[in-house]
């Protein structure tokens, strides 16, 4: 018997392959022109945890990665303006408790955004599609 899609979608978001759904933004059309990548470098021996829910309190803040490396984590930041990012540098973010380095790179230009999950599941999906069905088209 064949699935329909609707059946399959409730099939993968019951095994926790589908974990939801989000609206793609126009940040500039908000008026924060910039995106702004931030990379930090904790004191040793500091909860990094306790400094990422920090900066997860701050609206600007769009993502907070924990990384290896170099640098402890990497902060992307959705600001209006070089003022803006002025402010929020020197008035919230390093007023945080251990924040020992901060490197910022303002970013000049984007590719379009692309739809990576479709492209990257493409294929497993239409095997997970053919057990479903029982098909080999």
Request: glycine share 8%; proline share 1%; aromatic share 8%.
């Amino acid at each position: 018997i064949s699935k329909s899609f609707p059946d399959v979608v409730g099939e993968l978001e019951a095994q926790g392959v589908i974990t939801g759904y989000w609206v793609r933004l126009d940040w500039g059309a908000l008026g924060y022109q910039t995106t702004v990548y931030l990379t930090i470098t904790a004191m040793h021996g500091y909860q990094q945890g306790v400094i990422m829910d920090q900066l997860a309190a701050i609206a600007e803040v769009d993502e907070v990665r924990l990384m290896t490396g170099a640098f402890d984590m990497l902060v992307r930041l959705r600001v209006r303006d070089d003022s803006h990012l002025r402010d929020l540098l020197m008035n919230r973010i390093w007023q945080i408790q251990g924040i020992q380095r901060t490197e910022t790179s303002i970013t000049i230009a984007e590719m379009k955004p692309k739809n990576t999950a479709e492209e990257l599941l493409a294929e497993r999906l239409d095997g997970f599609m053919e057990k479903m069905t029982g098909s080999d088209r």
